[in-house]
């Protein structure tokens, strides 16, 4: 193997441990189940992985989002370009509280997708109309965008008695 590439591909790997490491320690996403989707002979499979996270600042509130993994030997490496899917479902878990005021589109959750460039993201805003929190997942790249996406609703209601708050109070422009 050339020293160059040897270099790149430790530096793959170690970023890759740097990245696993700070996602356990900032409470990152809960790895729900995998389910494989391509049969790999001496490599990782091929994977759907649905994990969970809970809104940072709505109590209450969690998200479940399904992506694809990739095997291989990039994929066991940490190297390889995720693609760009995501499927997303939030649901209400018990009284909804805001912990702060916010803004329409504020970031939720963000993780890499790949080594550099490419990131996904899920967003939150707020249908006053409706009293309804809004998810959008979606995946970027520095390049260009990507149109896939994906978009749930949360409609607050009271819970155990309580007065359900109103999401434009806490959500703005």
């Known amino acids: 193997m050339k020293p160059v590439l040897a270099k790149l591909l430790i530096c793959a790997v170690a970023l890759t441990g740097l990245s696993a490491a ?9 790895l729900i189940f995998r389910k494989s989707t391509v049969f790999k002979l001496l490599t990782p499979n091929d994977k759907l992985a649905t994990y969970a996270i809970d809104d940072p600042i709505v109590s209450g509130v969690a998200c479940y989002y399904t992506v694809p993994e ?9 190297v ?6 995501v499927s997303l479902a939030c649901r209400q878990y018990g009284p909804i509280a805001f912990k702060e005021k916010t803004k329409q589109g504020d970031v939720v959750f963000r993780e890499g997708r790949s080594l550099l460039f490419k990131r996904m993201q899920i ?3 707020c249908d006053p109309k409706r009293n309804t929190l809004v998810y959008m ?4 790249k520095l390049i260009e965008g990507s149109p896939q996406n994906s978009t749930s609703t949360v ?5 155990g008695g309580d007065v359900a708050p109103k ?6 422009d």
């Open 70 to 78: 990739k095997g291989g030997v990039a994929g066991m490496f940490g």
């Open 123 to 125: 967003v939150r805003g």
């Open 167 to 172: 999401c434009g109070e806490s959500i703005s």
């Open 155 to 159: 409609p607050i209601q009271p819970w």
């Open 80 to 85: 390889a370009e995720e693609r760009s899917e």
């Open 137 to 140: 997942a979606y995946s970027d």
């Open 22 to 30: 700070a996602r356990a320690a900032d409470g990152g996403p809960d």
